[in-house]
């Protein structure tokens, strides 16, 4: 079973940084590209970023390129992404799973406010 946990999210200034976690489990974790999405308050899910299993291809909505990183730690099975320069319009629930799949986890709350 897919279990995966999201953290590090939090109140951030505007133009400041957070990097957030996913610790997954229930399956074998370097198989399988990861991703991040996201929900603002009274919007639908938006796709983030994207990290193919051996890191070796990235890929980002044009809303986050330049500003955010993703990568994975394949040892300790768990997946970032290091978000530069936020603006308030990346306030939203960040939730992470397999790219293409459902992503089921409780998500972490991320908060661009002055």
């Known amino acids: 079973e897919v279990h995966v946990v999201e953290s590090g999210g939090g109140l951030v200034q505007p133009g400041g940084s957070l990097r957030l976690s996913c610790a997954a489990s229930g399956f074998t974790f370097s198989r399988y590209a990861m991703s991040w999405v996201r929900q603002a308050p009274g919007k639908g899910l938006e796709w983030v970023s994207g990290i193919s299993e051996d890191s070796g291809r990235t890929s980002y909505a044009d809303s986050v390129k330049g500003r955010f990183t993703i990568s994975r730690d394949n040892a300790k099975n768990t997946l970032y992404l290091q978000m530069n320069l936020v603006t308030p319009e990346d306030t939203a629930v960040y939730y992470c799973?397999?790219?293409?799949?459902?992503?089921r986890g409780q998500g972490t709350q991320v908060t661009v406010s002055s």
């Open positions: 799973g397999k790219w293409g799949e459902p992503h």
